[in-house]
Nanobody, 128 residues
Framework: QVQLVESGGGSVQAGGSLSLSCVVSGLSAAIPFTFYSMAWFRQAPGKEREGVAAIRSDGQTTDADSVKGRFTISIDNDANTLHLHMVSPKPEDTAIYYC??????????????????WGQGTQVTVSS
């Protein structure tokens, strides 16, 4: 069974930088990590979970307008790891960040419904 574990969350000042990682385990030999599409979502207190960025198995990415030019999603296929590099975070980026995985890239990659596998989340707090 595929499992996702996020790390790298913490506190950061606005204008700084922070990187999140998500390690994928439980993969089968028949369906390796390179066959998966991945995504980052976030959920702030009292708000719905929203898509941050997604990356297709061929490397195509989709970013939410709110993070374009500031956050970068990437994959390390050798380490079965998804990354999110956050530059110039803002207080409104404060949330629990979750990674998600899917065998097939959803038609709406920033919607939660197309992602069947989720991590447990990691807290990111941005102070002004």
């Amino acid at each position: 069974q595929v499992q996702l574990v996020e790390s790298g969350g913490g506190s950061v000042q606005a204008g700084g930088s922070l990187s999140l990682s998500c390690v994928v385990s439980g993969l089968s030999a028949a369906i390796p990590f390179t066959f998966y599409s991945m995504a980052w979502f976030r959920q702030a207190p009292g708000k719905e979970r929203e898509g941050v960025a997604a990356i297709r198995s061929d490397g195509q990415t989709t970013d939410a307008d709110s993070v374009k030019g500031r956050f970068t999603i990437s994959i390390d296929n050798d380490a079965n790891t998804l990354h999110l590099h956050m530059v110039s975070p803002k207080p409104e980026d404060t949330a629990i960040y979750y990674c998600a995985a899917a065998r097939w890239y959803p038609q709406s990659p920033l919607a939660t419904g197309g992602w069947p596998v989720w991590g447990q989340g990691t807290q990111v707090t941005v102070s002004s």
